[in-house]
């Protein structure tokens, strides 16, 4: 079992950062991909970035060259930079974790609004 927990989300104004974080406990030795994930009300959840267990990194155009995905293994944390915010990237946002034996885990979500 893995447990997740997002940090990080709040109210920033357009062309703002934020740096959001989940922190990975229980069996997470067998990691095959962290992602972010986002969803905004009457939406379905829309795939942010990925991380494979490589280090490879993909990005979802909507946020290509603004935002940055990362881990420290040490804390077993991730991490998702976002610069250059806009009012559009509100939404909940959510990490991912998949094992090696594609058990899929996700954290409870932390808001992240946008003003213009």
């Known amino acids: 079992q893995v447990q997740l927990v997002e940090s990080g989300g709040g109210l920033v104004q357009a062309g703002g950062s934020l740096r959001l974080s989940c922190a990975a406990s229980g069996s997470t030795f067998s990691i095959n991909a962290i992602a972010w994930y986002r969803q905004t009300p009457g939406k379905q959840r829309e795939w942010v970035a990925v991380m494979s267990s490589g280090g490879s990194t993909n990005y979802a155009n909507s946020v290509k060259g603004r935002f940055t995905i990362s881990r420290d293994n040490a804390k077993n944390t991730m991490y998702l930079q976002m610069n250059s915010l806009k009012p559009e990237d509100t939404a909940v946002y959510y990490c991912?974790?998949?094992?090696?034996?594609?058990?899929?885990?996700w954290g409870r979500g932390t808001q992240v609004t946008v003003s213009s």
């Open positions: 991912n974790l998949v094992t090696k034996t594609f058990s899929t885990y």
